[in-house]
């Protein structure tokens, strides 16, 4: 029997079901926080199926020491009443935080950080309410070394006009200029380069660069738009490499954004 005949059943098996190959062409350093962030679509990939071991397949794979995630449910019906930061928290070995936009379903619907080192601190920044409430998530991370950064996790209104959203953001900013600590600022900005929303975080920060031939976040299975980004503040305090888009067509609507920042001392 010709050897492609003898591998193609084990080849169907790690179709449906191999935990991905960690992610091994973005240098780590010792220094360094591997940061990754994604609009997860409470868990329910583009084949509508609710799968949040699947989500935490991809998580493992980019091998993160902190992550933002976007669009998680706590305790929400349709998505079995389970609290996803929890329990995506406890699937990667990572302690996990959430921030609720508002109440949905019996539960809430908002935003989580999990973070591979301890999380000291979490804060819920109210924003302006766009088409839904909105919130940022702060959590203040104690790296090795007796360093602690904050990290800060955001989900803009999403319509064409960036009325609200731009508001959203300028209430951000007020907060992030008051931070003692070095910051990370990631999430779904649901606008692009060149706007006037995204203009506010590059004065104040250093932007983890995408490949221009592959910089489009969204949509996953057709991605046209650069909507998801991370940055690092302020800009002394980081030496910030080039960030990856990462090619997944089905688990969520978004594709992942990784990037490493190593802090300068």
Known sequence: MPLRALLRPLLAICALGCTPRPVTDIPSESTGVRVVSWNIRHGAGLDDRLDL??????????APDVVGLQEVDQG??????????????????????????????????????????????????????GN???????????????????????????????????????????????????YVLL??????????TLAL????????RKPAADRFTFSSSDPTKEIDFIFAAPASA???????VMHEPMASDHRPVVAVLRRVR
């Open 76 to 129: 929400v019906r349709r998505s079995g009443g389970v609290p996803q930061a929890d329990s995506l928290g406890r699937l990667l070995g990572m302690a996990s935080a959430f921030g609720a936009f508002m109440p949905y379903q019996g539960g809430e619907y908002g935003l989580a950080i999990l973070s591979r080192h301890p999380i000291v601190r979490t804060h819920v920044i109210r924003l302006p309410d």
């Open 53 to 62: 071991p699947r989500t935490a397949a991809v998580l493992r794979a980019l």
């Open 187 to 196: 999430g779904d900005f649901n606008d692009e380069p060149g706007s006037r």
């Open 238 to 244: 980081w030496r910030v490499g080039a960030a990856r």
């Open 201 to 208: 975080f590059s004065s104040r920060a250093a932007e983890a």
């Open 132 to 182: 839904e409430p909105r919130v940022a998530l702060l959590a203040d991370v104690a790296l090795p070394g007796a360093d602690t950064i904050s990290v800060v996790n955001v989900h803009f209104d999403w319509v064409a006009n960036d009325t609200l959203r731009h508001a959203q953001a300028l209430t951000l900013t007020r907060v992030l200029d008051t931070l003692a600590r070095p």
